[in-house]
């Protein structure tokens, strides 16, 4: 998603662009990682999978989804601080932004549909493949929670009003998670409801706390955009790194404390203590990022261009890897059957692939924005019919 994109291809000025490219840098490194992570998921073997090194592997991974959300919420918190008062009415960007959340939303959604027809998927769709098909997602995560923000927005018309807001509702979400996770909604609450509020439905990322991640971009988005020149952007940066450090520190210790003020929950995942232990150190990453990146004379063309195309990449990996209503993925057609180094090839062939078609992509939406946005709405709603129309 390129929520600041005019900023960085079309401000006019390189010192504006070299401000925000750490952003699209820091969610290339993240779709990297992911494409990776998820490739290896879907082919590599039981045996590979129960050796001691893939639970590293694993738990390294678990840094991935947090930065890839803490980057969006970053690029909103940027665009929206820098063009405030063209987002307190609903006037056209505001609109924009509206239909692309609603639209990573009810791509979610698709991606996990059961079957490519409305009819078989409400009469023959099992109570799994229903609790599947109403989980909430990354994309769901993020379309929801900007979503939400916008109308915040809308709402608030005040900055620091939204700024306030936007930190109490993170610290409300990272600390009320592991109570959201412990407790039992269903058969309360409807299902599609339940799948944002807790895991309870199989959801990866509910709300609860994945969007704290979002929310805390937010924050850091806001913040950077009001730091002014570069300079004070660079000191920001280094105070934000050394706070990082001490959150990180402070969290670990939390975490060896002998006692617990929360009910039974999956520590890993919901425990505020481990949430700011990937906070901070994704906050690390982001901080050493950009202050490498000012070093650099010349942009990274490939890495800024997949940054800035994130959630395109998203979508693709997730149709190539793990297949969609539509087609068979690499999890179907190859399945878990590889040992380390043919799911290495494995990985290089998907990641170039999805690298090509992103800058053919790119280069070509550039180009044609005006019948690219046609051809995308035309796609979405053939789909739908096609989706609407089929007998089984």
């Known amino acids: 998603m390129n929520t600041y994109g005019n900023a960085f291809e079309n401000g006019g000025m390189r010192e504006a662009r070299q401000r925000y490219l750490f952003i699209d840098l820091l969610r290339f490194v993240a779709a990297f990682f992911m494409i990776q992570g998820h490739v290896f998921d879907a082919v590599l073997s039981p045996q590979v999978k129960a050796h001691p090194l893939f639970y590293v592997h694993d738990f390294f991974h678990g840094f991935v989804a947090p930065a890839f959300l803490f980057a969006s919420g970053v690029a909103y918190g940027a665009s929206t601080m820098k063009r405030w008062n063209e987002h307190i009415g609903f006037g056209k960007r505001s609109r924009h932004r509206v239909r692309r959340f609603l639209g990573l939303i009810a791509i979610?959604?698709?991606?996990?549909?059961?079957?490519?027809?409305?009819?078989?998927?409400?009469?023959?769709?099992?109570?799994?493949?229903?609790?599947?098909?109403?989980?909430?997602?990354?994309?769901?995560?993020?379309?929801?929670?900007?979503?939400?923000?916008?109308?915040?927005?809308?709402?608030?018309?005040?900055?620091?009003?939204?700024?306030?807001?936007?930190?109490?509702?993170?610290?409300?979400?990272?600390?009320?998670?592991?109570?959201?996770?412990?407790?039992?909604?269903?058969?309360?609450?409807?299902?599609?409801l339940v799948s944002y509020l807790s895991p309870e439905n199989g959801s990866w990322f509910p709300?609860?706390?994945?969007?704290?991640?979002?929310?805390?971009?937010?924050?850091?988005?806001?913040?950077?955009?009001?730091?002014?020149?570069?300079?004070h952007a660079g000191s920001m940066m280094l105070k934000y790194a050394a706070l990082n450090v001490a959150v990180l520190m402070l969290a670990w210790t939390a975490i060896h404390v002998p006692f617990d003020l929360y009910p039974a929950h999956d520590f890993w995942k919901s425990n505020p203590a481990m949430f700011f232990v990937r906070l901070s150190a994704v906050g690390i990453v982001t901080s050493?990022?950009?202050?490498?990146?000012?070093?650099?004379?010349?942009?990274?063309?490939?890495?800024?261009?997949?940054?800035?195309?994130?959630?395109?990449?998203?979508?693709?990996?997730?149709?190539?890897?793990?297949?969609?209503?539509?087609?068979?993925?690499?999890?179907?057609?190859?399945?878990?059957?590889?040992?380390?180094?043919?799911?290495?090839?494995?990985?290089?062939?998907?990641?170039?692939?999805?690298?090509?078609?992103?800058?053919?992509?790119?280069?070509?939406?550039?180009?044609?924005?005006?019948?690219?946005?046609?051809?995308?709405?035309?796609?979405?709603?053939?789909?739908?019919l096609v989706f609407a129309l089929s007998r089984w």
């Not at 799911?343 to 044609?368: E, M, N, S």
Request: proline share 5%; charged share 10%; net charge positive.
């Open 108 to 192: 979610g959604y698709a991606l996990h549909l059961p079957y490519f027809s409305l009819r078989k998927t409400i009469s023959s769709a099992s109570p799994a493949e229903m609790k599947a098909f109403l989980q909430s997602d990354v994309l769901q995560c993020i379309g929801v929670t900007l979503l939400l923000l916008q109308i915040g927005i809308l709402v608030l018309k005040n900055r620091k009003a939204f700024e306030w807001v936007v930190a109490a509702l993170a610290g409300v979400v990272i600390f009320s998670a592991p109570f959201m996770w412990s407790a039992h909604f269903s058969g309360h609450l409807p299902a599609a």
């Open 288 to 384: 050493l990022i950009f202050l490498v990146e000012r070093w650099w004379r010349k942009t990274p063309y490939f890495p800024s261009i997949m940054g800035r195309e994130s959630l395109f990449v998203y979508i693709l990996h997730l149709v190539i890897v793990y297949g969609s209503v539509m087609n068979r993925g690499l999890a179907q057609r190859v399945g878990p059957t590889l040992g380390v180094a043919p799911a290495l090839g494995a990985f290089a062939l998907v990641f170039a692939a999805i690298g090509l078609i992103t800058l053919l992509w790119f280069r070509w939406k550039t180009g044609h924005e005006a019948l690219a946005t046609w051809l995308t709405a035309a796609g979405a709603a053939t789909f739908l």
């Open 207 to 231: 709300l609860f706390p994945w969007s704290a991640y979002i929310l805390c971009g937010v924050m850091f988005g806001c913040i950077f955009a009001n730091a002014g020149d570069p300079v």
